[in-house]
């Protein structure tokens, strides 16, 4: 199974930005998701998680109400809408299962920078 994320840049703060995250080879349907980030000098903490049928999301508390996870199961893909951008959101993100279920290699991530 191959992840690949996408949709990373630079933006301002306050700014917002649309991270996909496709998924090659395994039954993407059938698996529950999730997004990761990590800063720099920081360990990897989870995002948000989302079931299988997208029924059921789950926020860090530090995200809650500016991130929105998604999915699309006849693509593959998974989505993190992020708005309102603060410095502290700078990371690396990433897509991978829940790791409550199961992982995936990990992937190359996307880079989103905050900063004005």
């Known amino acids: 199974v191959q992840l690949q994320a996408s949709g990373g840049g630079l933006v301002q703060p306050g700014g917002s930005l649309r991270l996909s995250c496709t998924v090659s080879?395994?039954?993407?349907?059938?698996?529950?998701m999730a997004w990761y980030r990590q800063g720099a000098g920081k360990e990897r903490e989870l995002v948000a998680t989302?079931?299988?049928?997208?029924?059921?999301?789950r926020y860090a508390d530090s995200v809650k109400g500016r991130f929105t996870i998604a999915r699309d199961n006849t693509r593959n893909t998974l989505y993190l809408q992020v708005n309102n951008l603060k410095p502290e959101d700078t990371a690396v993100y990433y897509c991978?299962?829940?790791?409550?279920?199961?992982?995936?290699?990990w992937g190359n991530g996307t880079l989103v920078t905050v900063s004005s």
């Open positions: 989302i079931t299988n049928s997208g029924g059921t999301k």
């Open positions: 991978n299962r829940d790791l409550r279920y199961g992982s995936y290699s």
């Open positions: 080879g395994g039954i993407f349907r059938i698996v529950a």
